[in-house]
């Protein structure tokens, strides 16, 4: 989130600025930079070395993505009384379901900041409603009233959802609180939290980390959590959708560019759902 931040910072200032002039010096005094001189020790240096050669390797291994989507935006979404954010978020799950065949466990951060201290809590946003409606969508017999009825209600429970997680009402920050002291006092792990059913679903690591990052041209961009996930950071414009992918070149089953190819297609399809009278 640092690095999302200085990105819409410098996108604020750039816009406050206006265009660089050549001819024009600023009228701003800035002093001069300070090389700051670090004392270090050997066990210092070496960790600096493994740190640097740590980050190279898993670098190298990114594999990202960073596409837009012109076909339309959030004047659009909006046109039809539907919330940008759930919108772009329905689409890639279905984005995620074409590709694999299968759904993905998904944490989408909501913000608590209403709150003291308040950070965010997950949103499950693979709910069995969205999970019909991708199904539906990969089935041909389906008639597209049905398949537009099911999206609206996939976008109907993310709303629940949403405003489930801001006004604390979630339950995975309230169970990693319990993890986390059954853990420092030394109790063993409660069984829910081996549960096939947990793990599966966020407990064993999310295999998609959706997150809106604004509605300006900012970007950013994060690692996926899992070995076989995804990461994707998007910011919704008027016009267009603005979004990175990024996966691991060493797994096998997952590919940023044919991600995102999906996603495109899954809001193309979306589109012509709402076009259905």
Same mark, same amino acid.
């Given at each position: 989130?640092?690095a999302?931040?200085l990105?819409?910072?410098?996108?604020?200032?750039s816009?406050?600025?206006g265009p660089?002039?050549?001819d024009?010096v600023?009228?701003?005094?800035?002093?001069?930079?300070?090389?700051?001189?670090?004392a270090?020790?050997?066990e210092?240096r070496?960790?600096?070395?493994?740190?640097?050669?740590?980050?190279?390797?898993q670098?190298?291994?990114l594999?990202?993505v960073?596409p837009?989507?012109?076909d339309?935006?959030?004047?659009?979404?909006?046109?039809?009384?539907?919330?940008?954010?759930? %919108?772009?978020q329905?689409?890639l799950?279905? *984005?995620?379901?074409?590709? @694999? !065949?299968?759904p993905?466990?998904?944490?989408?951060p909501?913000?608590?900041?209403?709150?003291?201290h308040g950070?965010?809590e997950?949103?499950?946003?693979?709910?069995?409603?969205?999970?019909?409606?991708?199904?539906?969508?990969m089935?041909n017999?389906?008639?597209?009233?049905?398949?537009?009825?099911?999206?609206?209600?996939?976008?109907?429970?993310?709303?629940q959802?949403?405003?489930?997680?801001?006004?604390?009402?979630?339950?995975?920050?309230?169970l990693?609180g319990?993890r986390?002291?059954?853990?420092?006092a030394?109790?063993?792990?409660?069984?829910?939290?081996?549960?096939?059913?947990?793990?599966?679903?966020?407990g064993?690591?999310?295999?998609?980390?959706?997150?809106?990052?604004? %509605?300006?041209?900012?970007?950013?961009?994060? *690692?996926?959590?899992?070995? @076989? !996930?995804y990461?994707?950071?998007?910011?919704?414009?008027?016009?267009r959708?603005?979004?990175?992918v990024?996966?691991?070149k060493?797994?096998?089953?997952?590919?940023?560019?044919?991600?995102s190819?999906s996603?495109?297609?899954?809001?193309r399809?979306?589109?012509?759902?709402?076009?259905?009278?």
């Amino acid at each position: 989130m640092v690095a999302a931040f200085l990105g819409y910072f410098v996108f604020a200032q750039s816009q406050r600025i206006g265009p660089i002039r050549k001819d024009k010096v600023s009228d701003r005094s800035v002093p001069e930079p300070e090389e700051l001189i670090f004392a270090i020790d050997d066990e210092i240096r070496d960790e600096i070395i493994h740190t640097q050669e740590t980050f190279i390797k898993q670098a190298s291994d990114l594999e990202l993505v960073c596409p837009s989507f012109t076909d339309y935006g959030k004047k659009f979404i909006r046109s039809f009384k539907l919330h940008p954010d759930y %919108y772009i978020q329905t689409a890639l799950q279905l *984005a995620y379901f074409r590709l @694999h !065949g299968k759904p993905a466990p998904t944490h989408q951060p909501a913000t608590l900041r209403q709150y003291y201290h308040g950070r965010t809590e997950t949103v499950r946003s693979c709910t069995m409603e969205v999970v019909n409606w991708c199904k539906a969508m990969m089935d041909n017999t389906v008639p597209i009233q049905e398949k537009k009825e099911l999206m609206m209600a996939a976008l109907k429970k993310h709303i629940q959802l949403m405003e489930e997680a801001k006004n604390m009402l979630g339950c995975d920050r309230h169970l990693l609180g319990l993890r986390a002291i059954s853990q420092s006092a030394g109790i063993p792990l409660p069984s829910l939290f081996r549960d096939t059913a947990y793990t599966k679903s966020l407990g064993g690591g999310y295999v998609m980390l959706n997150t809106l990052i604004g %509605y300006t041209p900012a970007p950013a961009a994060v *690692a996926p959590k899992v070995p @076989h !996930g995804y990461c994707i950071a998007y910011n919704i414009q008027p016009d267009r959708l603005t979004y990175s992918v990024s996966a691991w070149k060493s797994c096998k089953e997952t590919s940023a560019e044919e991600m995102s190819a999906s996603i495109h297609q899954s809001l193309r399809d979306m589109h012509q759902l709402l076009m259905t009278s």
